[in-house]
């Protein structure tokens, strides 16, 4: 039976309340995209638009992974892009110019396109807390104004610092007015109603249990089974299949949100005075911003023992109270949280099995932009243009050559040195 989507402030206010059905006995299809959150839906949306004919398989609900319940961050883009330099040199200088910002391109387009009502609003904040973290963000303002986007960026020193966000615990930023922030699932589900739309048949409740490959692989599922041309496998931080090629590279690490009651345009206009979206430089970070009906949605933490907290709303306070003090008297809504796909390197891991199952994975936070230039770059590839693709094949990836739980534990001490690296 399918899983609900989290009681989030996002679950909450959905705009579309579409069912779909689950899948019984057998079809044919072009392509079998597994998975129904952005890289599954986008990819499927991509090749509807290209004139193929898509299945899509989602195990529980469309969105309902870290698609439905993220930050709403909408940040340029991809994780792991130090990793691609070094792997490639300039051909991945010029795939990083290239992509940086396709994501909100893909984004923005198919919202006015498809009409699709999620909340998108432009103006984000990285913070920092201490010189070095300043120098990083000189050097991201450097860069992105040789690429001819000064005008959209603004390094925001100390005493400049709270005409963005009411709180005394930074030392400056940078601002940029191209990224932003929006209602995660209700874009997903909006994607979903577009793809649909141009007839890509969607399967609620109908998780794969195994993938028969050969030259028309056939995905099963314990409803009936699908047999296509080519396979996309979409399922990121829950992910199941195929562990002999892809075990070992992607990790599921928690993270967690809380939302408040609304706010009141006293404390908004002294804690978030242009309602931007706001996230840290440190390496375990706090993310946070408005939602349309103005309350706080705050994140943070990370985990990797595979457990939530005890209490969110007990373990987030402490951090939300930190920054804004002034929300210690507003209710908590909300909490939830789950997991996200990360991999060591921060590189997403893309690839293919046996020429025609395709794979997507680990955007290590990144998501909302990552996995629409992830799901760009594999309907390139399944029409035969592979250059985008290639560079993200070949780049480096370490593999842990031990259980998930283990290689966990393993993440979990690395992540630790980081905490006290934020901290000292």
Known sequence: MAEKHCPSYYAATVNDHTIYPSLAGEIITDICVV???FTGISTALTLAERGFDVVVLEENKVGWGASGRNGGQLINAISGEENLRNSHGQKAEKL???IKWRGHEIIKERIKKYN????????????AFKQRHMDDLKREYDYCSAQGLEEHFKLVEEHDIKNYVGTDIYTGGLYSDLDGHLHPLNLCLGEARAAAGLGVRIFEASGVTEIKHGTAPIVKTQGGQVK?????LAGNAYHHLEKKKLSGVLFPAGTYILAT????DEIIAEIMPQDIAVCDANEIVDYYRLSADKRMLFG???TYSGRDPISIKDTMM????????????VKID???????????KRTPHVGRINGNVYYAEGYSGHGVNSTHIISEILSDAITGQMENYDLFVKARKFRLPVPRWVGNQMLALGMLYYRIKDRF
């Open 35 to 37: 998975g129904g959150g």
């Open 96 to 98: 990083i110019h290239d």
């Open 116 to 127: 699709i009502q999620c909340d998108l609003k432009y103006g984000f904040l990285t913070t």
């Open 228 to 232: 296509a041309q080519k396979v996309v």
């Open 261 to 264: 009651e609304p706010l009141s």
């Open 300 to 302: 943070g933490k990370c």
């Open 318 to 329: 402490p951090k939300m109270l930190h920054t804004f003090p002034k929300l210690k008297d």
């Open 334 to 344: 909300y909490e939830w949280g789950g997991m996200i796909g990360i991999t060591i």
